[in-house]
């Protein structure tokens, strides 16, 4: 019998997923089984040679679903790019040695998540480019991480049904170092702003560029291309005025930087793979201090 959906969000979080994701309670799980169903029915299509459908769990599949208003011919097609885009970009998703370097790669600073949330509920990811050595860490291996934070935090279904914003900041960052990012293969074809918009079952409110020099005009000018109108409306850039972004949340759980007045460690993302660094025999303390209370 296939796994039931265990209804873990909060009851404004449920109206709102009434309301904005046509969810409804009663009728949940027989969507989701009409949607497994309809995988199962696909699975042997010549047109997917190579592709594994690793998990048809309804939790995992309940994420679609919300990522597309409960509209079965969308998150069947969702479910499917998820998985052929994967098959057709080994370079991004081989696993290589990703999961030995993983507290390394967390630990840099280069990417986290915010404690808390925003005033709509969402999580917010930062990345931040500047420290990120390109040389040893290939841009492919960062889009990997970015994208491995982004299905840790959709386990979470109040951030299935809320969303998710990504800060990223440009502060530090050389002409050199984006130039390279630019040129890389995923970015030039368009395969990253693809697999965001189109093969992530994710509500994404919003993309905020922080600190951005003049020459990020060079990657704006190869991926906007490749976004839809929608993503290119939630493109917000703020250069150092960070009004907007005080309106977003309360100001304590953003870091000094941004003039919040949240700690500096008020990072989640190793707290987030904790297990698998456990496993590495490194263990999360040290490499993230998480406020508790925050997350409440």
């Given amino acids: 019998?296939?796994?039931?959906?265990?209804?873990?969000?909060?009851?404004?979080?449920?109206?709102?997923?009434?309301?904005?994701?046509?969810?409804?309670?009663?009728?949940?799980?027989?969507?989701?089984?009409?949607?497994?169903?309809?995988?199962?029915?696909?699975?042997?299509?010549?047109?997917?040679?190579?592709?594994?459908?690793?998990?048809?769990?309804?939790?995992?599949?309940?994420?679609?679903?919300?990522?597309?208003?409960?509209?079965?011919?969308?998150?069947?097609?969702?479910?499917?790019?998820?998985?052929?885009?994967?098959?057709?970009?080994?370079?991004?998703?081989?696993?290589?040695?990703?999961?030995?370097?993983?507290?390394?790669?967390?630990?840099?600073?280069?990417?986290?998540?915010?404690?808390?949330?925003?005033?709509n509920g969402e999580k917010v990811v930062c990345i931040r480019p500047e420290k990120w050595d390109m040389e040893q860490d290939p841009a492919e291996r960062m889009i990997r991480t970015v994208l491995l934070i982004l299905d840790k935090l959709l386990e979470d279904e109040e951030t299935q049904v809320h969303g998710i914003r990504v800060f990223e900041y440009f502060q530090g960052i050389e002409f050199g170092q984006l130039w390279k990012f630019s040129q890389t293969e995923a970015v030039k074809n368009g395969t990253f702003v693809k697999i965001l918009q189109d093969s992530t079952p994710i509500r994404l409110k919003g993309v905020h560029f922080l600190f951005q020099p003049w020459y990020i005009s060079l990657v704006l000018t190869i991926v906007k291309p490749f976004m839809k109108e929608k993503l290119r409306q939630r493109l917000h850039i703020h250069g150092t005025d960070f009004t907007e972004l005080h309106s977003l949340m309360d100001t304590s759980l953003l870091p000094p930087e941004l003039n919040g007045t949240g700690p500096l460690e008020s990072f989640i993302a190793s707290r987030l793979f904790q297990d698998e660094i456990g496993e590495q025999g490194g263990g999360a303390e040290g490499v993230v201090n998480q406020n508790e209370e925050n997350e409440q």
Wanted: charged residues 35%.
């Fill in 1 to 119: 019998m296939a796994e039931m959906c265990s209804n873990s969000i909060d009851g404004e979080t449920l109206e709102k997923a009434r309301r904005e994701l046509n969810e409804d309670p009663d009728t949940r799980e027989q969507a989701i089984a009409d949607f497994r169903a309809a995988i199962e029915e696909k699975e042997n299509d010549p047109e997917l040679e190579g592709v594994i459908f690793e998990r048809k769990d309804s939790p995992f599949l309940l994420r679609f679903l919300r990522a597309k208003k409960f509209d079965q011919s969308r998150s069947f097609s969702l479910y499917i790019k998820y998985h052929t885009i994967r098959r057709d970009n080994g370079k991004i998703f081989t696993e290589d040695d990703l999961s030995a370097n993983l507290s390394y790669i967390l630990s840099s600073g280069a990417l986290y998540v915010l404690n808390g949330r925003t005033w």
